[in-house]
């Protein structure tokens, strides 16, 4: 049972940004700090960042000063700005909690030139 979808992705080249978007539903959103995840080919899933029900935000050595999270509370979205992206970003890209028990299909970043 899918209860985030995440978008946003594309194809970028280096250097270049993106806005990542993530809808949850009430059940995952409310009341939980959420993470964005990532998934490099051939790698496994690993966190890059999450935001707590009051804002607080943590960030990996690997892209902290390069990205923003934020959510909007009225929308049950959470965001994952990426600048000066490098083709290390390149992954799929999931949010959930911090104790998933399903995944979303994740969105598609891949930075090229």
């Known amino acids: 049972q899918v209860q985030v979808v995440e978008s946003g992705g594309g194809l970028v080249q280096p250097g270049g940004s993106l806005r990542l978007s993530c809808a949850a539903s009430?059940?995952?959103?409310?009341?939980?700090?959420i993470g964005w995840y990532r998934q490099p080919p051939g790698k496994q899933r690993e966190l890059v960042a999450f935001?707590?029900?009051?804002?607080?935000?943590n960030y990996a050595d690997s892209v902290k000063g390069r990205s923003a999270i934020s959510r909007d509370n009225a929308k049950y979205t959470v965001y994952l700005q990426m600048n000066s992206l490098k083709p290390e970003d390149t992954a799929v890209y999931y949010c959930?909690?911090?104790?998933?028990?399903?995944w979303g299909p994740g969105t598609q970043v891949t930075v090229s030139s």
């Open positions: 935001i707590t029900t009051g804002g607080r935000t």
């Open positions: 959930n909690t911090m104790s998933p028990s399903s």
């Open positions: 009430l059940s995952i959103f409310r009341g939980n700090t």
